[in-house]
Structures are given as C-alpha cells and as structure tokens.
C-alpha cells in the first residue's frame, strides 16, 4: 500500500527519465565548448545550470 503523497512507479520513472534527459542536453552543451576551447568538463557548472533552470521544487 502506497502513502500519501507517494507517487505510482512508472510516474517516478519519467520523472527521472526527464532529469536524465535534462541533464544530458546540459552536459552535451557541456561537452561541445570542451572540444572547441579544450577546457574541462565543470560538472559543477553543470548542476548550477540544471538547478537555475529547475529549480530544487521542480525537480527533488
């Protein structure tokens, strides 16, 4: 039995299949100025991005 406020398996499945996806556009974008300025990858930057487009509510 479910509690209240859980949410049923497949919407928890998409959900984290949309921050994946979110996510991976972030680090593409990411990885395209890597391979022009060869600089390294900021993960960092990668989540600060992630977070001021979604914002923790949204997401966690």
Partial sequence: MKSPGEL???????????IRE???????EQLAIYKTRQTPLDLGLVVREYLA????????
């Fill in 8 to 18: 049923p398996p497949d919407l928890e499945y998409e959900e984290f299949n949309e």
């Fill in 22 to 28: 979110q996510l991976a556009a972030i680090i593409e």
């Fill in 53 to 60: 487009q979604y914002p923790p509510r949204a997401s966690f």
